[in-house]
């Protein structure tokens, strides 16, 4: 069955540091990725997407996110965070029906 | 376009009464989910439309809980009798077709069964 992993439930960071986030999936076909993002009290918003072609994925609000295959990863990342970026990150793969496999969430904590 | 729109955004009730959750999906669209999100569960599938249809209802919790979609543009989602562990946060999603699989969200309904 197919499995999404975030290792981190929990990131606290200060204003302008990098970020990364892990993602990990379990599934050996062709794979969607997805990275959501949920703002306090709001609903999911889709942040970016990788369905094919450059493994390097832009998103919206400076993020980022880097398909590796042959490490099942999608790792997403933003060079200087901001206050604003205080959310949660969700990871989520579709191999190839209709369901989205989500993570388990990402909680992050950016400190002013 | 509006989006994906739920009601109601809160809803508080006492054990043992019925509870309606309602979501319109975006025009267009005929993919519809029912999630519920809680801290200990976090994001879990609840029910799949696909042109009005339930598809996948695998991820329903138990006979209390049943959702219908009448028609593309709306669908319910109905607990009865309510629980207190079904306290939650209730999101509906719709997608365009299966295979665009971009899924926008609702506000949400935040739930607490008292």
């Known amino acids: 069955a197919q499995s999404v992993s975030q290792h981190n439930h929990h990131v606290i960071l200060s204003e302008a540091a990098s970020l990364e986030l892990g993602c990990n999936y379990s599934?050996?076909?062709?794979?969607?990725l997805f990275w959501y993002v949920q703002y306090p009290g709001q609903h999911l918003q889709l942040l970016l997407k990788?369905?094919?072609?450059d493994p390097l994925v832009k998103g919206i609000k400076g993020f980022e996110a880097e398909f590796i295959k042959s490490k099942f990863s999608f790792n997403l990342r933003k060079p200087s965070v901001q206050w604003s970026d205080t959310a949660e990150y969700f990871c989520?793969?579709?191999?190839?029906?209709?369901?989205?496999?989500w993570g388990a969430g990402t909680k992050l904590i950016i400190k002013p | 376009d509006a989006g994906v729109i739920q009601s109601p955004r809160h809803e508080v009730t006492e054990m043992g009464q019925e509870v309606t959750l309602r979501c319109k999906p975006i025009?267009?669209?005929?993919?519809l989910f029912w999630y519920r999100q809680t801290m200990m569960r976090g994001l879990e599938l609840l029910i799949y439309?696909?042109?009005?249809?339930?598809?996948?209802d695998s991820g329903m919790p138990e006979d209390r809980f049943s959702a219908k979609m009448p028609n593309a543009s709306f669908s319910t989602l109905k607990i009865q009798p309510s629980e207190p562990r079904d306290s939650a946060v209730y999101f509906c999603?719709?997608?365009?077709?299966?295979?665009?699989?971009?899924?926008?969200f609702g506000a949400g309904t935040r739930l607490s069964v008292l």
């Open positions: 025009s267009g669209h005929n993919s």
């Open positions: 990788y369905f094919s072609g």
């Open positions: 439309f696909n042109n009005n249809v339930p598809i996948d």
């Open positions: 999603a719709s997608s365009l077709g299966t295979t665009t699989l971009i899924q926008y």
């Open positions: 599934y050996g076909g062709t794979v969607n």
């Open positions: 989520a793969v579709n191999g190839g029906n209709y369901q989205l496999i």
